[in-house]
């Protein structure tokens, strides 16, 4: 009697565990739904002081980007980023600096939702910044009229936080005693996906003749903003093939071979799924095409 008393409470501890078991697997399901929802999460600002030092931030090999806040205090923003280092055998130093890269989300996801781009520029041996954009309060992306008129407001609010940005750690670089001296920011690479595109291509568009920066800048199928026509700016852009992009924003044939410039179309490819959350084949080619365009390898025979 004894034993049969025993097996009902190992029956019931073990339904109980069961009960468990699923409640938790549904929880994940959902939290998982929400992200491939796009659901942007409110967060809690970091104090504006709270750039992290170069000892806490993970090295690449580990792929633990460092987060972090910075606040522009003259637009009172404060801007989520993320930083991936470089492997150690990058050999980043004040006296051979390495490059910057600084990456621009789509809208509607978050500047962490690129991790398989930042992690092939950061094996690259960049330092690589993902900005966060859109915050809490700003206005939403216009998807009414003319949009090159009534989304210019968006891509110029962007681009002043990509100024502000690369501002923000050149100044840290030349004050503190970070790990950000062992980098160049004054060759540095934009790379953005659809309205991170556009903002990408307005900065490189107006900025300061006498003090440019931006050496390179690469697209993943924006599809408003004219790309930089500068012979001094490497320009890639990665296409899908569901949208094509509003008239004269490309380099026509004639441009590209000009200038050298490359446009670039993967068959299939849709234009939302230029994300973590894509399939691995598109991840795998949008890989490839970087790292290519990052050695110098890309040749306009391969623009096509």
Known sequence: MQQSVEMDKSKKVSLID???AVIFTCLICYSTSLLANEVIETETPLPASSIAPASSIAPASSIAPGSLTVFDSE???HIPVELYLPPVTANCSSESQCKVAILSSGYGLLHTDYG???NELQQ???LVIAIRHELPGDPALSVTGDLYQTRAENW???AETLEFVHEYFKAAKELK???VAQFNFNDVTLIGHSNGGDISAWLANNQ???????TRIITLD???VPLPRDENISVLSIRASDFPADQGVLPNKAEQTLLGHCVITIANAKHNDMSDYGPRWLKEAIQKIINTELNAQIKQANCD
């Not at 300061?208 to 931006?214: L, M, Q, R, V």
């Open 18 to 20: 069961l009960f468990v």
């Open 75 to 77: 637009r009172q923003r």
């Open 116 to 118: 398989f781009i930042a």
């Open 124 to 126: 690259s041996g960049y």
């Open 156 to 158: 110029q609010r962007g």
């Open 177 to 179: 005693n970070l790990i």
């Open 208 to 214: 300061d003749e006498d003090n440019g920066y931006i």
């Open 222 to 224: 924006h599809r408003r």
